[in-house]
């Protein structure tokens, strides 16, 4: 049997939502709406017991969609239920993950070298039963390794893979599906996801990772002058590809984007790579914040210049400020980042 809690929320957030704060209410009439969810959760752990196996994802972004401090408001709530589960023993029948997708996109921190951190490290907690521990060692020690490990949300959905078939994770298949890693590292032929059980290379980079350089966060960034040539060609490239998207979607409504300043530069610089894994040797690799006309849209973006002089963008382009009611005439939501629709809204 399933139980969906979203149909309820959104009725909630209609009739006795208050206290809307950038994209999200923050209260169902006098409480939290978090209070409200985590009331539910505790209702259904009552409901399922003990004893039976049953999953439940909870996603919330009342409090900290929008803004950086507000996650504060929460912490009591989440402190109590995770005390609630504690006492009545539910997790010790329980693995228990508290994460997140991402952190802070938007605002004043983002244009500081933590809020570019803040927007590609989403935190990721694994709450494991004291006997789970005593009864799969090798993997328990190969996980709290991995802690020193570059991961992703990838590995955690091997993960929970291996968490739905226990036995996989018995000391003598951890050895075996070890060996087995180790050879696929051998052969250049690293899996994308590779569960946290088992001990994931150290010499593991965001390339093995298919991890695109504008959300690496493992190398080296030096300050560039704002003023030179070559940062003005990959800003001016980065807006010729935001034109290029919206061109793709939504050509009549959008107005043509161009460079108004350029706030932020710096150079990647990576440390020595396997030929076969690294970048290609002569390409270079830009980070740049930048600001377009008409509308003042904030950008983030990854710029790749190769030894051809050819230019690319590496991952997504990302908005860095708030497009309020700017793009209210396009749906697509990739598009609404980028969009400065050349009517008003009525």
């Not at 034109?243 to 050509?251: D, P």
């Not at 700017?326 to 008003?344: E, F, G, I, R, T």
């Amino acid at each position: 049997m399933d139980y969906y809690f979203r149909p309820l929320a959104r009725v909630a957030e209609r009739n006795i939502g208050i206290d809307k704060r950038g994209n999200t209410v923050l209260c169902y009439g006098p409480q939290l709406s978090l209070q409200i969810l985590v009331n539910y959760m505790k209702s259904l752990a009552t409901t399922m017991g003990k004893n039976k196996r049953y999953a439940q994802l909870v996603w919330s972004t009342s409090l900290t969609h929008d803004y950086l401090t507000y996650g504060s408001l929460g912490e009591e709530t989440v402190l109590d239920y995770i005390k609630w589960m504690h006492k009545e023993g539910h997790l010790n029948q329980t693995i228990f993950v508290f994460m997140s997708d991402h952190g802070i996109r938007w605002g004043s921190i983002r244009d500081t070298p933590q809020g570019k951190i803040e927007e590609n490290m989403p935190f990721l907690y694994f709450v494991f039963p004291e006997w789970l521990k005593q009864k799969y060692p090798l993997a328990m020690k190969n996980f709290l390794l991995n802690r020193q490990r570059l991961t992703t949300p990838f590995d955690t959905h091997e993960t929970l893979i291996d968490i739905l078939e226990m036995t996989s994770i018995e000391d003598d298949n951890i050895t075996r599906r070890t060996h087995e890693l180790q050879e696929k590292q051998r052969n250049l032929t690293m899996p994308r996801g590779i569960s946290l059980f088992l001990p994931i290379p150290k010499s593991r980079t965001c390339k093995m990772a298919t991890i695109d350089d504008h959300w690496c966060v493992c190398d080296i960034r030096k300050s560039i002058p704002l003023n030179g040539s070559e940062v003005r060609q990959a800003a001016n490239y980065a807006v010729f590809h935001l034109n290029k998207l919206i061109s793709q979607h939504e050509t009549e409504k959008c107005a043509y984007l161009t460079l108004k300043s350029v706030g932020t530069a710096q150079v990647l610089l990576h440390g020595k790579e396997d030929k076969k894994l690294g970048k290609a040797k002569n390409t270079e690799i830009f980070e740049l914040g930048f600001v377009t006309s008409p509308g003042d849209g904030s950008f983030d973006a990854t710029v790749l210049r190769n030894e051809m002089h050819k230019w690319k963008v590496s991952g997504t382009i990302s908005r860095t400020n708030l497009y309020g009611n700017q793009s209210y005439c396009v749906k697509n939501k990739d598009m609404k980042k980028y969009c400065y629709c050349l009517s008003p809204s009525s």
